[in-house]
């Protein structure tokens, strides 16, 4: 039989604790190749202007093989990487499945065309197959009033550069880019511990906790998140913060030791991403949540631990 670890609050330092929450609110998916086609990079100009982190990574390469249908049901073969994978999709009532050369169509009962979207596809195929972006390096983009965006660094990137020319792309994979745009407003945990040794600065703790909620600029946002999430992905071809974050020296978090944060915490949690990320330290999930203490006492750790 297995027992909950009972979480001891009188060992806590103080009654009032924050952590400052940063997420993604969006993002987009494009090969790495795109970045060097003018063509290409038009297409995702507009939705990536808010984008100012990046991840590269590899991705397996998804080929649609072939279509059938069998009754109501299209069964959709593809190849993942090297593994042949089948994907079934219920088609709409009395509609048929019209294929014209390497392309195909749902035909409704009334004539009318139905599609079939990637999204669901991208989901369906993560149900039967593993498919997972491997995260290599980690970096952000933003310029003095966020007017660069992640492709405008990533054109002329050295490490990508460094990356395509080490590892390319192995068999059944590709070199991929995911964007990703950090919410633009704060977020903040706050624990109230009517058990802590010191309840005498409670009042003031609060104070500063709304000051940092309000006062953290996008730019801090976009740094500390690129930082958070490069701790903990530990990705091979990122030098800085691997071993570095979080630090007293670091300016970005000088007003989160100021006001006497406890924690920064990061996520990345989207339902529709075409996989789950995992680097060579972080097994596979469809979420991700990056916790950093910003002390290292035990009385002052991650107040959501013992």
Not at 62 to 76: D, K, N, R, S
Not at 78 to 86: I, L
Request: hydrophobic fraction near 40%.
């Amino acid at each position: 039989m297995r027992f909950a670890k009972v979480f001891d609050f009188s060992k806590k330092q103080y009654d009032i604790e924050h952590a400052l929450m940063l997420h993604a609110d969006s993002f987009v998916v494009m090969p790495a190749a795109a970045i060097y086609e003018k063509e290409r990079l038009e297409e995702f100009e507009e939705v990536s202007k808010k984008c100012h982190i990046y991840l590269i990574g590899l991705t397996p390469r998804v080929f649609l093989e072939e279509v059938e249908q069998a009754g109501q049901m299209a069964l959709i073969k593809f190849k993942v990487g090297d593994n042949p994978v089948v994907v079934k999709s219920r088609l709409p009532e009395g509609s048929t499945l019209v294929k014209e050369d390497q392309l195909f169509r749902v035909l409704g009962k009334d004539g009318e065309e139905h599609g079939i979207d990637d999204v669901d596809m991208a989901q369906a195929i993560k149900q039967v197959h593993p498919v997972h972006f491997d995260v290599l390096y980690i970096g952000q983009a933003y310029g003095k009033a966020g007017e660069r965006a992640a492709l405008d660094r990533l054109e002329k990137h050295e490490t990508l550069q460094k990356i395509s020319l080490q590892i390319g792309a192995p068999p059944g994979k590709q070199l991929t880019v995911l964007l990703l745009e950090v919410i633009s407003a704060n977020r903040m945990l706050t624990m109230f511990n009517p058990f802590a040794k010191d309840l005498s600065s409670g009042t003031e703790r609060i104070r500063a906790g709304i000051d940092k909620l309000y006062g953290t600029t996008e730019k801090e946002r976009v740094a500390l998140y690129e930082a958070s999430l490069i701790r903990y992905f530990q990705p091979r071809y990122n030098k800085d913060f691997k071993d570095s974050f979080p630090s007293t020296d670091m300016k970005v978090l000088k007003d989160c030791y100021d006001k006497d944060f406890s924690s920064i915490i990061a996520e990345i949690n989207f339902d529709d991403l075409p996989w789950d990320l995992k680097s060579e330290q972080v097994p596979a999930a469809q979420s991700h949540i990056a916790k950093h203490s910003l002390h290292t006492a035990e009385e002052r750790s991650m107040f959501f631990s013992s």
